[in-house]
Structures are given as structure tokens and as C-alpha cells.
């Protein structure tokens, strides 16, 4: 059975930090593309970050430079550390575990397998 499960959202102020964990099981998680994803009330769901099976990053512009992804195979975790947090980082955000390799490519993903979710609320 495969499970993924986000923790570590929450509240904080504006310009505070927060990190978010996932850890995942019940597949080849070493051999996983992993993403992270948000969403705001009234918005789409966006790819926030994303990191390959070799380590290759991608992060949307509006958040370089402010948040890290990384993970750890023997844990089989990958983690969000968000930093100088922002009112418009507010959103639901969810883990996506297993890129599909099938009609999907690193950039423009499809996942396999998603999280419930945690919320992260940025007051300013």
C-alpha cells in the first residue's frame, strides 16, 4: 500500500520559516521524482519545487532563493524548508510522490501519488 504524509505545516508571521516534511512509502523511493505543490483559496494548484531522483531541483520564480527542497532516500523523506516567508506563500500544500514517466516529463510533471495536504498560513 502506498502512503504519503506531509507534516510540519502551520502559522507564522511574515518573513518567519517553516519546514515541511513528507515521507513516503509503499514504492521505489530512491528512484522517485518528488514535488511539492500548493493551494491558495480560489487558485489553481501550482508546482511549487520538485527534485529528481539524482537531485535535480526546480523551483517556480516566486520562490527561489526563499525555499529549498532536498530529500533523503534513507528516510525516504523529502523535505520543504521555506524561508522569508510571504502573506501570498498562504496555501494548502501538498506532497507528490512518483513522477509517471509516461506523458510526463520533469517540468511538466504528472504524479502518481499525492499527500492529504497541510496548511501553511503566512500572516503579515
Known amino acids: 500500500e502506498v502512503q504519503v504524509a506531509e507534516s510540519g505545516g502551520g502559522s507564522v508571521q511574515a518573513g518567519g520559516s517553516l519546514r515541511l516534511s513528507c515521507t513516503a512509502s509503499g514504492f521505489s523511493f530512491d528512484e522517485s521524482d518528488m514535488g511539492w505543490y500548493r493551494q491558495a483559496p480560489g487558485d489553481n494548484c501550482e508546482l511549487v519545487t520538485s527534485?529528481?531522483?539524482?537531485?535535480?531541483?526546480y523551483y517556480r520564480d516566486s520562490v527561489k532563493g526563499r525555499f529549498t527542497i532536498s530529500r533523503d532516500n534513507a528516510k525516504s523523506t523529502v523535505y520543504l524548508q521555506m524561508n522569508s516567508l510571504k502573506a501570498e506563500d498562504t496555501a494548502v500544500y501538498y506532497c507528490?510522490?512518483?513522477?509517471?514517466?509516461?506523458?510526463?516529463?520533469?517540468?511538466?510533471?504528472?504524479?502518481?501519488?499525492w499527500g492529504q495536504g497541510t496548511q501553511v498560513t503566512v500572516s503579515s
Open positions: 527534485i529528481s531522483s539524482d537531485g535535480t531541483t
Open positions: 507528490a510522490a512518483n513522477r509517471r514517466v509516461s506523458g510526463s516529463t520533469f517540468l511538466t510533471p504528472s504524479y502518481a501519488y
